[in-house]
């Protein structure tokens, strides 16, 4: 049947389906509104609404699917959101008592209760509990949220050991742990407790520690428990980004900026988030409501950079990475951002002044490894070899046992004819350090044959692609070597493999050796 709604619904759908947030958002809003009892639009509406932000489409979706039994279990942190924000302690206790029964994000429930407690008395700091399993888990996040509790009261003393756990326990770099605890101190005049807490290597923190340091105390209010709340998910959202798990990352850092829409930490981390799920266009949208005053202005400049590429606007990802990259504040990690975008783009010389300005932001032999081997290879491939060279010999003293550098070195020497039975070692080493790693067995295979033993590289070759089919690389060495030593038809099996994944021009090269054999015009390099 043709109806206002279903013709919504099928809207939504195909802008679903081409990536028209904003476009599938609106038409599930409306498919959602002509047709209130359905659950299969409302779970539709309540998931895209989460991408893109829309609170109220998120929640009428959510309490849809409650009163039919079908909402996601990450709907009930939604919904004790909402009764936060609306400051219905009773409501939102009874929702964490729900998150206990439902099991999933039963440990935030001991501080998700002390915050209630913050508001609605009496006061109970937050416990890990007995529960083996769930008192690890809450215990991770315990101590920041007692510390913060202790701050609100104005508790500072009691506060500072709890921080100092607190700091210990995330691994001590939590720059919005540090952030969230400095301003708090000096906003009690703790000046020189505060900048402690903000190292000037840290990102972003420049302008507040010059606030702190010129002895400004800026009124900071208490937490609420919704902006507590808050806290608690987007940590766990940027904990889990990095895991299997980034598709709930995205959930939890969109529910705390719900609990606390003034908080840009959680607005870049949603932007960041949605440029992985491939939302580039609403990643940008994101990030730009981030203020240039904010101390995640510079990681929200970043994800849109990412954004910029992922869309394919390289030239303005070069200029906004340029701009970062010039600011006062920016480090080596903006000029090695600025540095990989160009030798993507193949602007080879510019990307090696960018890596050797990154270079100079460390002190004197303090350069990774890494940061030579990415000189070493813009270097490289921009035909500056000599120079290239130095600085890949310089990354492999520096880390003598790193495959990465080692196979560089070595196939680029061989590729060259040069220093044939030193490279040879190089790559032999660096199988011997990752031999379940395809590219550096092919490396190894290729050089044992541009070193004159391609009987002796066959049998590596065939392990390489075996262990990655669909790479185009390895399937064209594996075929050259194959035809040399004699075995055509297998060659041209492996030819066939590798030009069925092949872009142009290296397609139709490797289709004339199909029709013609092998030829040095054509052959694999």
Known sequence: MDTPALNAYARARLADGEGALDLAVSSYRQALANDPSSKVVALRSYRQAIESGDKKLALSSAYILDRANALPKDGTLLMTVDALDRKDWATARLLSRRLVKEDNFAFLAPILDSWISTASG???????????????LTQRYVDEHKALQLLSQGRTDAAMPVIGH???????????????????LAAQGRKNEALALLPATLPGVASVRKEIGQGKRRPVPPITPAEGFGRLLGRLGEDLSTTDSRAISLVLLRFASFADPANAEYRAGVARQLVIQRHPDSALMEAEKVSAKSPFYLAAQEVRVTALVARGDQETAVALARQIAARPDAGAAEQIRLANILADGKHYDAAVDAYRAAKARYP??????????????????????????????KAAALAPEEAAVLNYLGYAQVERGQNV????????KASRL???????????????YKAGDPQGAVP??????????????????????????????????AWSAASTFADAPDAERIAQKMREGLNPRDAAY
Do not use: C
Not at 128 to 136: M, Q, S
Not at 421 to 428: H, S, V
């Open 122 to 136: 009496p006061y109970a700091a937050p416990a890990a509990g007995p529960d083996g399993r769930l008192g690890a």
């Open 364 to 393: 004197a032999g303090g350069v990774p490894w890494s940061l030579y081997l990415l000189e070493g290879s813009a270097l490289e491939r921009g035909g500056r070899w000599v120079e290239g060279k130095a600085a890949l010999e």
């Open 434 to 448: 990752k031999p379940d790693d395809p590219s550096i067995t092919d490396s190894l295979g290729w050089g044992r």
């Open 166 to 184: 607190a700091l210990v326990t995330s691994g001590g770099v939590a720059a919005s742990m540090r952030l969230a605890f400095a301003t708090r």
């Open 460 to 493: 590596v070759l065939q392990r390489a692609a075996e262990a990655a089919p669909d790479d185009v690389t390895i399937n064209e060495h594996l075929g050259d070597v194959l035809w040399v030593v004699g075995r055509r038809f297998e060659a041209r099996y």
């Open 421 to 428: 039975e030193a490279a040879l070692a190089l790559l032999e």
